[in-house]
């Protein structure tokens, strides 16, 4: 079945810091992909998406590019900020089924 | 306008009692969906909602949870007999279509059960 697999966290970077967070997939279909952030104390929200292969979400200084040759949605930003420290969330819908969710990557971010 | 908003924010029980959360989705959004998140892991979904079809219950862990939605608008989780292992957050989620669509969560109702 489909499913979204991420990097482990926690990760810790200095502010200014390149920040990856890996994101690989398995579905049957053309999922969309998503990033959702969860700040400390609250909801999930949106980050990015994309909905098509090639395409590349950006968002508050975050890119993800959807690679379907290598299944992938990986989260980047140049130079990361103390108020980046959060969770996030990778995540897949293939229409007509469930969203999956994977299981979350905490950063945080140092001055 | 406004989001998502679930109550209560947070709720302590006793093993054995009834809970009942519940959600108030953004208004015009057509689905609805219920998730878990136990502490330290991912979100585990439960339940979706997509205006008058049945729901796909597919995600609900045991017959002690079950949830209604009232037409397109509010939605009550209910957990019989609560066990410990049913503390966490539950996430209220709705989006303006079916499945596909950008999802907006709730704050979520934090469970503690003694």
């Known amino acids: 079945g489909d499913s979204v697999t991420q990097m482990e966290g926690p990760v810790t970077l200095s502010e200014e810091a390149f920040l990856t967070i890996n994101c690989t997939y398995t579905a049957t279909g053309y999922p969309s992909l998503f990033w959702y952030v969860q700040y400390p104390g609250e909801g999930l929200q949106l980050l990015l998406k994309?909905?098509?292969?090639?395409d590349k979400g950006s968002n508050k200084g975050f890119e993800a590019t959807y690679r379907k040759e290598t299944t992938s949605f990986h989260l980047e930003k140049g130079s990361v900020q103390v108020s980046d420290s959060a969770v996030y969330f990778c995540a897949l819908s293939d229409p007509g089924n469930q969203f999956y969710f994977g299981t979350g990557t905490s950063l945080t971010v140092i001055p | 306008g406004a989001g998502v908003s679930q109550s209560p924010s947070n709720k302590v029980t006793e093993k054995g009692k009834d809970v009942e959360l519940r959600c108030d989705p953004i208004s015009g959004h057509t689905a609805l969906y219920w998730y878990r998140q136990r502490l330290g892991q991912g979100l585990e979904f439960l339940i979706y909602f997509q205006g008058n079809s049945a729901p796909d219950k597919s995600g609900l862990p045991s017959d002690r949870f079950s949830a209604e939605r009232t037409g397109e608008s509010v939605s009550t989780l209910t957990i019989q007999r609560t066990q410990q292992e049913d503390s966490a957050v539950y996430l209220c989620a709705s989006s303006l279509g079916p499945m596909g669509e950008t999802q907006y969560f709730g704050p979520g109702t934090r469970l503690l059960v003694l």
């Open positions: 994309a909905t098509k292969a090639d």
